[in-house]
């Protein structure tokens, strides 16, 4: 069972964050750091999937070996800065089914706008991750949730690179039964939302947009 809240503390997520969060910090790097720190996230996040066992033979001899048990995970990316962290867990997940939610924050109220939804069927009978980088406000966070819930998924666990208090909050009242797994939980949102000490907006970073 996972708490609500994980903070990856291992010193190879640590490292690759810090390096992620410098301003200098080029297109292509912040691309790169995010596969790689996306691959040991994915690591924690499915840390206790359910197993079972299947017959192999070995060049040596039959045995029962360990397999995961279940239908094949869900992974469903929130829009658009989703996408970076989805890439690094799909070459370690490669079976995952993928859905994506499309939500904009509107800048003046910061209230999540619903511009897109389409994910794998039978979400009730899979475990679902649902990945955004930045967990701030949590309002687009817990509007995605609701939708998955509305889908029919009731085994959901959230990733995040970064969270602020603020977002955890919200997202415990709305949804305590999903954990939140995260590289690390930051000081405090400021007057537009923005994480703080945080890496800035992560779309822009990711896809070097402005
Ligand atoms: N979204 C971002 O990309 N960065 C933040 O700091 C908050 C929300």
């Not at 994910?119 to 817990?142: E, F, H, K, Q, Y």
Request: charged share 20%; glycine share 6%.
């Amino acid at each position: 069972m996972l708490d609500h809240l994980t903070v990856v503390t291992h010193p190879l997520v640590q490292h690759k964050l810090s390096l992620m969060r410098k301003k200098e910090t080029s297109t292509s790097s912040f691309r790169r750091l995010l596969r790689e720190i996306s691959l040991l996230l994915a690591y924690e996040v499915t840390c206790n999937l359910p197993m079972t066992t299947m017959q192999i033979e070995t060049p040596m001899e039959p045995m029962e070996a360990p397999v995961l048990e279940g239908k094949k995970l869900a992974l469903i990316s929130i829009l658009r800065a989703g996408n970076g962290l989805m890439d690094g867990i799909l070459e370690l997940i490669p079976a995952a089914r993928v859905g994506f939610v499309g939500l904009y924050r509107d800048p003046e109220t910061l209230q999540p706008v619903q511009y897109y939804c389409k994910v794998p069927d039978a979400l009730d009978s899979r475990m679902t991750i649902a990945v955004d980088p930045m967990l701030a406000t949590g309002n687009s966070s817990v509007a995605a949730i609701d939708l998955l819930k509305a889908q029919g998924a009731k085994n959901i666990r959230f990733l995040c690179l970064l969270a602020a208090p603020e977002g955890v909050a919200r997202m415990k009242e709305a949804h305590p039964d999903v954990p939140i797994i995260t590289a690390a939980l930051d000081s405090h949102l400021d007057t537009h939302g923005y994480i703080v000490p945080g890496l800035g907006d992560a779309g822009d970073r990711m896809f070097g947009t402005k």
